[in-house]
């Protein structure tokens, strides 16, 4: 009898430990800052969906690309901007078993894309590392402070990138000298590939807004085989690195030809089409959801408002898929 006890016992460790190292995949949501604090309310819809990470975004300012300061952490901006309402933001999701990603980014004024912020002068370039290493670190110890799972150190900066890469590298070695946690970077979809400081981070992070299908409204069949155009490339650079891919932003607008430009924001897009959205969302997870944790770690959709009962809806041709037939769609997926 002790033996067959013992050997019971073996196995219900053995079974345990092997349970407790699975990998979770990351069901998450890109969760929008706005000028209020949130409480459980707020929270719920995440719940309903079964979304399990929340990416936290806190902004700074450049007045036009080729300014190098940035401005941050004002009064001047709404709460959940500020490390206040980052921190009133995060301390909630995880009362809620929320998990967190800290993000912080850049907005360029007039909306300009981020990946072109370029100086045109050494002294300027200087300014602009000193003032994105303030940015980035207060932010960093912020993250440590939370005990934020992930800590996201750039978004869609790749002529900045490309223009001073040793900066970014003794940038990383200075964020890990205050952070702990798990580090990303969010390239953008034809970013990613020449991003030259992977080694260093714990995930390969990549705003996934590839073209999947020229058609009006894409089927489910197109978007398959545009995305199967790119899947061996990104699990082959998964492979490469030896870390796994997160899609640190990825969504589609409920428009027409939503999967043809996905990054598209244009706000004259405005003719709505719900199945467009729900096509390309379902081929999303049908290639990636059920892919293994150690070369896909999950995603977080763009983008979720706090307000969910006022956010969205059935004429809304924005990102969000809340109030959508494609919130069902996440949350069946999410739920798995």
Same mark, same amino acid.
């Given at each position: 009898m002790k033996i067959i006890f013992r050997m019971s016992l073996f196995l219900l460790v053995c079974s345990c430990a092997m349970?407790?190292?699975?990998?979770?995949?990351?069901?998450?949501?890109?969760?929008?800052?706005?000028?209020?604090?949130?409480?459980?309310?707020?929270?719920?819809?995440?719940?309903?969906?079964h979304a399990n990470y929340a990416a936290i975004m806190p902004f700074g300012f450049i007045r $036009? &690309?080729?300014?190098?300061?940035?401005?941050?952490? +004002?009064e001047r901006?709404? /709460?959940?901007?500020?490390?206040v309402g980052v921190?009133?933001?995060a301390e909630n999701m995880k009362k809620n078993q929320i998990k967190v990603m800290l993000k912080p980014q850049i907005w360029v004024s007039r909306g300009a894309f981020t990946g072109g912020i370029k100086m045109t002068s050494e002294a300027d370039w200087q300014v602009l590392e000193d003032s994105y290493t303030s940015f980035i670190l207060t932010y960093a110890k912020l993250a440590? $402070? &939370?005990?934020?799972?992930?800590?996201?150190?750039? +978004?869609?900066?790749?002529? /900045?990138?490309?223009e001073r890469p040793e900066y970014w590298k003794q940038l990383i070695v200075n964020i890990k000298k205050v952070y702990k946690g798990k580090l990303t970077y969010a390239a953008n979809w034809n970013e990613y590939d020449r991003t030259p400081f992977w080694d260093p981070l714990d995930y390969i992070g990549i705003d996934a807004y590839f073209p999947v299908s020229d058609e009006k409204t894409p089927t489910v069949e197109a978007c398959r085989k545009g995305w199967l155009k790119h899947k061996p490339t990104i699990k082959s650079f998964?492979?490469?690195?030896?870390?796994?891919?997160?899609?640190?932003?990825v969504g589609y607008r409920s428009v027409d030809f939503s999967g043809k430009e996905p990054w598209r924001s244009d706000r004259d897009m405005t003719v709505v089409n719900l199945e467009a959205q729900t096509n390309t969302m379902q081929?999303?997870?049908e290639v990636f959801w059920n892919e293994d944790e150690d070369w896909f770690a999950g995603g977080f959709l763009w983008k979720w408002f706090h307000n969910h009962k006022e956010a969205g809806g059935e004429n809304d041709s924005r990102f969000t898929p809340q109030n959508k037939p494609v919130e069902t769609l996440v949350k069946a997926h999410y739920s798995k």
């Amino acid at each position: 009898m002790k033996i067959i006890f013992r050997m019971s016992l073996f196995l219900l460790v053995c079974s345990c430990a092997m349970t407790s190292h699975k990998t979770e995949k990351i069901n998450g949501v890109s969760f929008v800052a706005s000028r209020d604090t949130i409480n459980d309310v707020h929270i719920k819809p995440l719940l309903n969906i079964h979304a399990n990470y929340a990416a936290i975004m806190p902004f700074g300012f450049i007045r $036009e &690309l080729s300014h190098p300061e940035i401005v941050f952490n +004002t009064e001047r901006q709404w /709460f959940g901007e500020r490390a206040v309402g980052v921190k009133q933001y995060a301390e909630n999701m995880k009362k809620n078993q929320i998990k967190v990603m800290l993000k912080p980014q850049i907005w360029v004024s007039r909306g300009a894309f981020t990946g072109g912020i370029k100086m045109t002068s050494e002294a300027d370039w200087q300014v602009l590392e000193d003032s994105y290493t303030s940015f980035i670190l207060t932010y960093a110890k912020l993250a440590q $402070e &939370l005990q934020t799972e992930i800590f996201c150190i750039g +978004t869609e900066l790749e002529s /900045f990138i490309d223009e001073r890469p040793e900066y970014w590298k003794q940038l990383i070695v200075n964020i890990k000298k205050v952070y702990k946690g798990k580090l990303t970077y969010a390239a953008n979809w034809n970013e990613y590939d020449r991003t030259p400081f992977w080694d260093p981070l714990d995930y390969i992070g990549i705003d996934a807004y590839f073209p999947v299908s020229d058609e009006k409204t894409p089927t489910v069949e197109a978007c398959r085989k545009g995305w199967l155009k790119h899947k061996p490339t990104i699990k082959s650079f998964s492979e490469r690195y030896k870390k796994p891919i997160l899609f640190t932003e990825v969504g589609y607008r409920s428009v027409d030809f939503s999967g043809k430009e996905p990054w598209r924001s244009d706000r004259d897009m405005t003719v709505v089409n719900l199945e467009a959205q729900t096509n390309t969302m379902q081929v999303l997870f049908e290639v990636f959801w059920n892919e293994d944790e150690d070369w896909f770690a999950g995603g977080f959709l763009w983008k979720w408002f706090h307000n969910h009962k006022e956010a969205g809806g059935e004429n809304d041709s924005r990102f969000t898929p809340q109030n959508k037939p494609v919130e069902t769609l996440v949350k069946a997926h999410y739920s798995k």
